[in-house]
């Protein structure tokens, strides 16, 4: 039987996600990698200005200028968690504190949602920050995760609560391929990424 991974609600032959993830971490100039993984941005472990400018390297840059304002207005909320000790380690070992602490930098969103700004784009921010920790997120992944039925739908949910589903999700997903993961993260060679990148890498193509 042919092995397959699973992101979500989709699967996909392993031979198949090598095969894709060779061509995505080929750096040839059509791919987000290593434009996105390899932009330097603000040093440090908070986020800064330079930052936010990451998110147009993984193509969600509609509205640059207000998202850039927005994203801005939120720094001190995102900082202020993000200094949270429970935001170490990866996210395959994440306790449920660290769930909670993730989630609490999701529902950021309930408190203050700028216009142009979702969580797509504040978690392209924030893996950056985090990238074994701290998973991207878009349309592909929800479809993975919310569409096919995974985390069934809530209109009143909020973003602190959908986080806490979509991370015990994804921890899954994470954990029981590590080494599936692992072996797709170690073909990027200009730029090392993480399995829980390589996990969105997989999971963006089964989404399309």
């Known amino acids: 039987m042919t092995e397959q991974l699973t992101v979500g609600g989709r699967k996909i032959p392993l031979n198949e996600a090598k095969a894709f993830a060779r061509i995505y ?94 969580l797509t784009k504040l978690s392209k921010v924030l893996h950056r920050k985090r990238p074994e920790l701290l998973p991207l997120y878009d349309r592909n992944i929800w479809r993975c995760y919310a569409e096919d039925g995974l985390i069934p739908k809530d209109s009143n949910r909020s973003w602190h609560d959908y986080g806490q589903l979509l991370l015990v999700a994804m921890k899954r997903d994470l954990t029981e391929q590590i080494d599936h993961w692992q072996e797709i993260a170690d073909l990027a060679t200009q730029v090392k990424i993480t399995p829980l990148r390589a996990m969105d890498i997989i999971g963006w193509h089964l989404g399309r």
């Open 25 to 118: 971490l080929s750096g040839d100039g059509n791919w987000a990698y290593p434009a996105y993984d390899a932009y330097p941005g603000h040093t440090g472990t908070d986020v800064g200005r330079a930052d936010l400018l990451a998110v147009a390297l993984l193509n969600a840059h509609q509205r640059p200028v207000e998202s850039y304002y927005g994203l801005e207005s939120l720094l001190p909320l995102i900082n202020g968690r993000l200094a949270d000790p429970a935001l170490s380690g990866n996210l395959a070992d994440a306790d449920q504190e660290t769930i909670d602490a993730i989630a609490r930098l999701f529902g950021i969103l309930d408190e203050k949602r700028p216009k142009h700004v979702s």
